[in-house]
């Protein structure tokens, strides 16, 4: 009996021994695997440039090839792509379609994606740590076999904490390639405008900043945010203190004009007269989404009046005001539609009132109010961002409120020239103030004068007295 207990314990041991050596070993390898394909992720190639290049039907060595206009800040930028402009972190910001996207990416091919991981935000903080992952090749532990034998696993937390985790884990890989190759790792978060401006969005940014300004600050990380809206950069200025701001605009005339030529030469084989050109650029200014689409159509000047258009339908189809005849119940809609058009009626007045609206070399200089002065236009502090974001109206990182684009103002111009238009506004502005008015006041009926009876109010010795006289008989 001693003998069979001796070595029925003695086998105990040696699984019991055996199992922790293996799910020690299991641990530590994980971990270093975890670590491992996390730097794998900053290795030379990248999926974000296969998947630009396959949208363009090239293989990704020759994607960079139909770039077919060089913008004066792309040098700046290929610095701090590559890693060689360390100790700070970075916020693209611009209106959309000016082209920050396309730099970026053009600044990783020259570098074949080495030492950067760039991926796309999500208002759904859940998608954003799904995005995250893919870009480091972190799982999140969840492919961790350990987790089967806890009671509570490790993916038993929330997206912010899993963001957190992942950063630990990305802070250690910088240190390594530091003092491997010297340089930081660069971290591209594309799209930061599509967070929400809400309390779970505001905790992400948080956490975002206080990352890149510690790594900034060790040379470990250099992040770069890309937002098309103000209010990214009025959240990441409350705390920023090694944040620098690139903003990128739309092209000058002669930038525009002469790229726009040499592609249609390129391309078409064609010598487009220069007044054609000028007359482009008039309508649609230097900003790159609209000279793409414009370049590559048969009738340019036709597909100017297009974009101008649509801009217009845009504008009028997100905020148009009702007149005179509205309905009480679309007051708050009314109100916010009026400050819009009351703000595009300022710009076009200012417009009239400048000296000059273009330059012959930099083309247009389309009229701005100050940001504070914008709010007191409209008499509203909280419709302007609201704007930003539908693209009707730009935030500039100065903080002046203009047109979203040229053929924006041009739609406004179109609007305000309309007949009956300052008529129409000013209806609607008396509308909105009828309909306030109205509920600010309450109407008090007296049932007792309604049925032919009076009131006599007098003054005696204990204070007021109210008789009331029916039929002339006293009550």
């Given at each position: 009996m001693l003998e069979a207990a001796a070595t029925s314990f003695a086998s105990i041991i040696v699984l019991g021994?055996?199992?922790?050596?293996?799910?020690?070993?299991?641990?530590?390898?994980?971990?270093?695997?975890?670590?491992?394909?996390?730097?794998?992720?900053?290795?030379?190639?990248?999926?974000?440039?296969?998947?630009?290049?396959?949208?363009?039907?090239?293989?990704?060595?020759?994607?960079?090839?139909?770039?077919?206009?060089?913008?004066?800040?792309?040098?700046?930028?290929?610095?701090?792509?590559a890693g060689r402009h360390a100790g700070h972190y970075h916020l693209f910001i611009?209106?959309?379609?000016?082209?920050?996207?396309?730099?970026?990416l053009d600044a990783m091919r020259?570098?074949?994606?080495?030492?950067?991981?760039?991926?796309?935000?999500?208002?759904?903080?859940?998608?954003?740590?799904i995005r995250l992952g893919k870009a480091l090749d972190y799982e999140f532990h969840e492919d961790y076999i350990g987790g089967y034998f806890?009671?509570?696993?490790?993916?038993?937390?929330?997206?912010?904490?899993?963001?957190?985790?992942?950063?630990?884990?990305?802070?250690?890989?910088?240190?390594?390639?530091?003092k491997r190759v010297g340089k930081p790792l660069v971290l591209i978060i594309n799209q930061m405008h599509l967070i929400r401006d809400d309390e779970d969005g505001k905790d992400l940014i948080e956490l975002l900043q206080q990352r890149a300004e510690a790594w900034a600050a060790a040379s470990l990380v250099t992040?770069?945010?890309?937002?098309?809206?103000?209010?990214?950069?009025?959240?990441?200025?409350?705390?920023?203190?090694?944040l620098d701001v690139l903003t990128i605009v739309d092209l000058p005339k002669v930038e525009a004009t002469v790229a726009l030529k040499n592609y249609r030469?390129?391309?078409?084989?064609?010598?487009?007269?220069?007044?054609?050109?000028e007359q482009v650029y008039d309508k649609v200014g230097g900003r790159l989404n609209f000279l793409n689409r414009v370049a590559k159509s048969q009738d340019m000047l036709k597909t100017c009046d297009e974009i101008i258009q649509s801009e217009k339908t845009w504008f009028l189809n997100q905020c148009w005001i009702l007149g005179e005849p509205m309905d009480d119940d679309v007051m708050d809609q009314q109100k916010w539609a009026a400050a819009a058009v009351v703000l595009a009626t300022a710009l076009v007045d200012k417009g009239e009132e400048m000296d000059s609206t273009y330059d012959p070399h930099l083309g247009h200089r389309l009229p701005s109010f100050p940001l504070h002065e914008a709010q007191q236009i409209m008499t509203r502090s909280d419709f302007v961002r609201a704007f930003d974001r539908l693209n009707l109206f730009s935030i500039t990182s100065d903080a002046h409120v203009r047109a979203s684009s040229v053929p924006m103002h041009l739609a406004f111009q179109e609007i305000v020239s309309g007949p009956g238009f300052r008529e129409h506004l000013q209806?609607?502005?008396?509308?909105?103030?009828?309909?306030?008015?109205?509920?600010?006041?309450?109407?008090?009926?007296?049932?007792?004068?309604?049925?032919?009876?009076?009131?006599?109010?007098?003054k005696g010795k204990g204070g007021i007295h109210v008789t009331l006289k029916e039929n002339n008989e006293e009550k």
């Open positions: 021994a055996g199992f922790g050596i293996a799910a020690y070993s299991y641990h530590k390898s994980y971990k270093h695997l975890v670590l491992k394909k996390m730097a794998n992720a900053f290795e030379p190639g990248d999926p974000v440039l296969e998947l630009a290049a396959a949208g363009r039907g090239l293989p990704s060595a020759a994607a960079s090839a139909t770039h077919w206009i060089e913008r004066s800040e792309q040098s700046l930028v290929d610095d701090i792509v611009g209106e959309k379609g000016t082209g920050k996207s396309s730099m970026l020259k570098v074949d994606g080495d030492g950067i991981a760039m991926l796309e935000a999500h208002a759904d903080l859940e998608l954003f740590r806890s009671e509570r696993g490790p993916r038993d937390t929330t997206a912010l904490l899993d963001i957190e985790r992942a950063f630990n884990k990305l802070e250690k890989v910088a240190l390594q390639r530091r992040v770069i945010f890309n937002s098309d809206d103000y209010w990214v950069y009025e959240r990441l200025k409350q705390l920023a203190t090694r030469r390129r391309y078409f084989n064609e010598s487009t007269p220069s007044n054609v050109l209806a609607t502005i008396d509308r909105i103030a009828a309909i306030e008015s109205l509920g600010r006041t309450r109407e008090l009926v007296a049932k007792d004068l309604l049925l032919g009876g009076k009131y006599e109010i007098s």
